[in-house]
């Protein structure tokens, strides 16, 4: 029987597409839903090992435990009169997470005393032993004395000066940088702000170049001053009738009397931190509960302070008044306190180490000098005796590590993309999908967070454990393999680090840095006490133990060997001291070309 034209096609299968994909889907969905719930629980762990290991050793992993305790008002130095004015740093007056972006960037805005010191560089400016010219105008046919004058320029209306004569105007610029007290063997100090301070002799005549010019143009102050090369740098005003003079306008050579004329302005400023600083406590205000909400210190206030008071004290000694110099030093010294205050943070405690460091190089200043008594010797040691920075830098080193475990546990993930990724710029969505670090942090599972606080957490305990803040000592090889491997750690990108790595600090340069300071400051005790023999008996003792206890009570050690320090008397009149350095080698008392080279020498010797 034939096959019908009629019959019908075979019908076709059910549709099992969508089912298959929408099963697929729910199988994906599944092994991410275990991916993440197997990750989340890794890392929960990871950190609950990490924490129960580090509790062991006696560390304290909660945030609440740095929260420093309220103080009564009258007790707290931060709320005498202008205090927080001047050092906490303001908060930005946009809403949202804007106090989590303060921690990002320094708040730059000035306040009364940035303000009112503003006016130092303008009043330094303005003194007549900052005249470098006097201009007089003529006309093309007036006759001219050569004699009058020590450079003439003659031109038409263009003024253009030759090369001969720009290079003589260019002297007068350079020539002013060194005053006239350098050829009288005047002393002088190099300050914090690039200052080259003078003592100045009272019978010493300002010099001055007499510059003629012959045009029949009208010249203003601005076309003067651009006659000279350089001419930016110097502020031209009328003294009379055609005749000008021409003053540098900062200039990085002062004279001692005239830095302290100028700056005596801040005295009444001053004198409010003396008495705050009295005060028994130093607690900012504010939000402590969120880590990136905490109040800060106005870094560039007190760094702007600590330059200026050094450089008051280095003046004081150039003209012979130790006392005063003392009376500075004391403030700067007292600075520490606002610095010290809890909780530690590191960028806090390296400016304090700057601040140290500032105070112990006047003090060598004096040495050199030979400007200090026993009395300012005796003020000075004590001081000293109370720099002790390795405890705060493991302080600070501890907070830093808790602040930033408790940051990655409870801050919102669009926060965390404010301090790592964006800033304060708001991106567009699509400039936010371009950046990996984005997704890692929408995406990444909340056990990878955990991870990384154990990365953190471990890798700095690392650091920790090469300090001894009881022995005031350093493990400087042990610290170097330590940053050896944390570089390592670093170039080797993991989802368990990606966080931490960019958390944790250069904890190896800042460990170093404290480590020469912290010895400075040891040496500067010694230097004192050896000046305190010297004044005593006209000559420095054979053996470094010789001025102990008479003329110090304990002598320090080589933070680098827990040992006493290299100390050798070249002849009756001076002597070597330093430490053995970060590169743990005596190297005869040679200092070297970085901080890990050499030894660290003590320079202000007589």
């Known amino acids: 029987m ?20 929408l099963f697929v889907t729910a199988c994906l969905l599944t092994l991410l839903a275990i991916f993440y719930a197997e990750e989340n629980w890794r890392g929960r762990r990871t950190w609950n090992n990490c924490r129960k290991q580090l509790e062991a050793k006696g560390v304290n992993l909660n945030w609440a435990a740095r929260i420093p305790s309220p103080v009564p008002d009258e007790e707290n130095i931060f709320k005498a009169p202008g205090i927080a004015d001047w050092f906490i740093k303001s908060e930005p007056k946009t809403k949202g997470t804007t106090k989590l972006v303060a921690v990002v960037a320094q708040d730059l805005s000035s306040n009364e005393l940035s303000r009112k010191y503003s006016g130092v560089g303008e009043c330094i400016g303005r003194q007549n032993s900052n005249a470098v010219a006097e201009v007089t105008i003529v006309g093309l046919n007036t006759e001219t004395l050569t004699a009058s004058a020590d450079i003439i320029i003659t031109n038409s209306q263009s003024l253009r000066v030759g090369p001969a004569q720009t290079d003589k105007l260019r002297h007068v610029v350079y020539d002013s940088l060194s005053p006239a007290a350098a050829a009288s063997n005047a002393p002088s100090l190099k300050g914090a702000q690039d200052y080259t301070l003078q003592a100045r002799p009272s019978d010493l005549p300002v010099a001055t170049v007499r510059i003629t010019v012959c045009t029949d143009k009208v010249l203003s102050p601005k076309e003067i ?18 005749q000008f003079d021409v003053f540098l306008r900062n200039p990085k050579v002062c004279w001692a009397a005239d830095y302290l004329a100028c700056t005596d302005a801040l005295a009444p400023e001053f004198d409010q931190m003396r008495s705050a600083l009295k005060r028994p406590y130093a607690r900012r205000e504010g939000d402590y509960e969120h880590t990136w909400a905490v109040p800060i210190q106005n870094f560039i206030t007190i760094r702007m302070v600590a330059q200026v008071l050094s450089q008051r004290a280095q003046c004081d000694l150039l003209l012979g008044k130790p006392e005063a110099a003392v009376r500075e030093l004391t403030l700067l010294h007292d600075l520490s306190r606002l610095l010290d205050s809890k909780p530690m943070t590191l960028v806090g405690a390296m400016i304090n180490v700057a601040v140290c460091g500032l105070y112990t190089s006047i003090i060598g200043d004096g040495l050199r000098l030979h400007a200090w008594r026993e009395p300012q010797l005796v003020v000075l040691q004590k001081q000293l005796e109370e720099i002790q920075l390795l405890p705060q830098l493991v302080e600070a080193m501890d907070t830093e590590r808790v602040s930033a475990c408790h940051l990655f546990e409870t801050t919102r993930v669009a926060d965390l993309e404010t301090i790592f990724v964006f800033g304060r710029d708001k991106p567009s969505f699509w400039a936010k999908i371009q950046e990996p670090t984005f997704w890692a942090l929408r995406c990444m599972p909340r056990g990878w967070f955990f991870q990384n606080m154990a990365a953190l957490a471990r890798r700095e305990q690392a650091f920790l454990e090469t300090i001894d803040p009881t022995k005031n000592t350093i493990k400087a090889h042990v610290a170097d393999e ?21 958390a944790m600090p250069n904890f190896l340069k800042a460990t170093q840095t404290v480590a020469q300071k912290q010895t400075i400051a040891n040496q500067a005790l010694l230097a004192c006490a050896l000046e305190r023999y010297h004044l005593a008996r006209n000559e420095y003792p054979e053996r470094l133990a010789a001025v102990s ?21 070249v002849d009756p009149q001076h002597f070597l001291l330093y430490s053995v350095g970060w590169n743990q080698t005596d190297d005869d008392g040679k200092a070297g070309k970085s901080l890990t080279e050499g030894d660290w020498v003590w320079e202000a010797q007589r």
């Open 549 to 569: 206890p008479e003329f110090v009570a304990r002598v320090p050690t080589d933070v680098i060997t827990g040992e006493s320090m290299w100390y050798r008397r």
């Open 482 to 502: 330590i940053g050896g491997e944390a570089i390592a750690w670093v170039t080797h990108p993991s989802p368990y680090t990606v966080l931490a790595r960019v």
């Open 2 to 21: 034939s096959d019908s034209p009629h019959t019908s096609a075979p019908t076709p299968r059910p549709r099992r597409v969508l089912p298959r994909a």
């Open 225 to 242: 001053a651009d006659l000279f090369p350089g001419g930016g740098g110097l502020r031209v005003e009328p003294k009379g009738p055609n």
